[in-house]
């Protein structure tokens, strides 16, 4: 007998994963130290580990769930579609109400085709938008995430060490192996500057299909985009003859008919995925019927024959359909309205206790920083080392409160919650401050 002390479930669990995993998971997102964490079973907005500890979440699933766990009407919708088969070679009906569903939600979406995740939705749209302009090049803000297509990857985490000139973004790859050609595709321009990026989609203008936006970017900040940025490249995409893509594959959440209600312009064609999909996989493009009509296989020319073996597939449709209508208008507003009684909770924390941190958000959605700013781009977002580890002892003091959160300390809110536990959160994280702010004071004091 060995006298190694008694491991919990999960740290077992996780011995074994690292046998046939790569670093023991299946997403990097469920990485934590020492070892992830295994769901046991989640209803509400309440999910209980393995170890039978019951945390609040506020990661749904990063930003995919809007109703919790096993809501009700979804796994009664979803369990009926089950007994009656889950994939054919064929289409159903429910794809046509969905589709119908989500057009009616928004009036730019005159089409819509449905894929599996966000990744497939953003690169379906670029194709589209090569496709219907005959041109190669994208254009997207430094540091957006967009998932894991080669060319919506680039500059998705430039370090200053390689992301080159604020007037000039370098295009700087992900991956190691990215092929050059795609790096060379893809413009990269700074977030809310709008004549810095003009000047610089102005040098590449009869190549570019398209300007690739998301107007709530977590990873540059997790604050709307100013007007004036989007209009402007509204303007330019019009007047060069490009396409205006926005990436809502988390911001649909953000209003009824998505982010893009906020702003007085509309994009011709948007990326959807996350929520729509009900809890399981999905991604959609929609827009513009000229433009959605490339995908047209009844065209005499099919300019970007398009197909997924489980895209559309009934489980799918069923749960986003069920969630979707569930999240109407006043479910919308009133998940706002929770995120914003955070927002200025947060703020009221920081305040009181004088943490250096501050809050972004927009819609159902926010961020807490280490610092005091509000970043407005990329770099003024960008975590030091010294924000990390500060960044880290908050999480790790939410997680042990009994809170998950989205690992850069984002949230996201969900219908089954209600003012208590947005105040409970409000209050472990002012607890947090509290307890960094006294520690920060021994360190100075022990210097
Ligand atoms: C804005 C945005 N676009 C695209 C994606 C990719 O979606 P998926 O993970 O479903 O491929 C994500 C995922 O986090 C996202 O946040």
């Known amino acids: 007998m060995s006298n190694t002390p008694a491991q919990s479930r999960s740290a077992a669990l996780y011995e074994r994963a690292k046998v046939t995993l790569p670093g023991g998971v299946s997403r990097n997102t469920v990485l934590r130290k020492p070892h992830p964490l295994y769901a046991d079973h989640a209803s509400g907005c309440r999910v209980t580990d393995i170890e039978g500890v019951e945390r609040i979440d506020f990661a749904n699933n990063m930003a995919s769930l809007l109703h919790g766990h096993a809501h009700p009407a979804i796994v009664e919708a979803v369990t009926e579609q089950l007994g009656r088969g889950t994939a054919f070679t064929l289409a159903t009906e429910i794809e046509v109400r969905f589709a119908e569903y989500l057009c009616s939600r928004n009036p730019g979406f005159d089409k819509v085709r449905f894929v599996n995740s966000g990744t497939e939705a953003v690169m379906g749209a670029i194709k ?13 803000a430094e540091g957006a995430y967009h998932g894991q297509y080669d060319y919506a990857e680039v500059s998705q985490t430039p370090k200053p060490e390689n992301w080159g000139r604020a007037d000039s973004p370098a295009s700087a790859p992900v991956a190691h ?33 398209c300007v690739l936006l998301d107007v709530l970017p977590h990873r540059v900040g997790l604050r709307p985009a100013e007007a004036e940025f989007v209009e402007a490249m509204r ?8 396409l205006l893509v926005f990436d809502e594959v988390i911001t649909f959440r953000a209003e009824f008919g998505g982010a893009q209600d906020w702003y007085e312009i509309a994009p011709d064609l948007t990326a959807l995925g996350k929520a729509i999909g009900g809890g399981f996989p999905v991604g959609a493009i929609a827009g513009r019927g000229d433009v959605m009509d490339v995908m047209n296989p009844l065209a005499d020319k099919v300019l970007f024959p398009h197909s997924g073996t489980f895209s559309a597939n009934p489980i799918t449709m069923t749960a986003g359909l069920v969630a979707m209508e569930l999240f109407d208008k006043p ?11 955070a927002v200025q909770g947060i703020e009221a924390a920081i305040e009181a206790t004088g943490f250096e941190a501050c809050v972004t958000g927009g819609g159902s959605m926010f961020r807490v920083h280490m610092k005091r700013t509000p970043p407005r781009n990329y770099r003024e977002a960008f975590a030091s080392e010294e924000e990390l580890v500060r960044l880290n002892l908050l999480l790790d003091h939410l997680f042990e409160q009994g809170f998950m959160m989205i690992n850069t300390c984002s949230a996201t809110i ?24 006294e520690r920060e004071g021994q360190s100075a004091r022990s210097v």
């Open 235 to 242: 303007a330019w995409t019009t007047a060069n003859g490009a």
């Open 128 to 140: 589209a938008s090569r496709a219907f302009t005959g041109r190669p090049m994208i254009a997207k």
């Open 331 to 341: 479910a919308v507003a009133r998940l706002n309205a929770l995120s914003q009684r």
């Open 177 to 209: 192996g990215t092929p050059a050609s795609a790096l060379e595709d893809v413009v990269v321009i700074p977030f809310n500057d709008p004549e810095r990026a003009i000047a610089i989609l102005d040098r590449h203008k009869d190549r570019i299909a």
């Open 414 to 437: 969900s219908t089954p919650m209600g003012e208590a536990e947005i105040d409970a959160l409000v209050a472990a994280l002012r607890g947090g401050f509290e307890r960094q702010v």
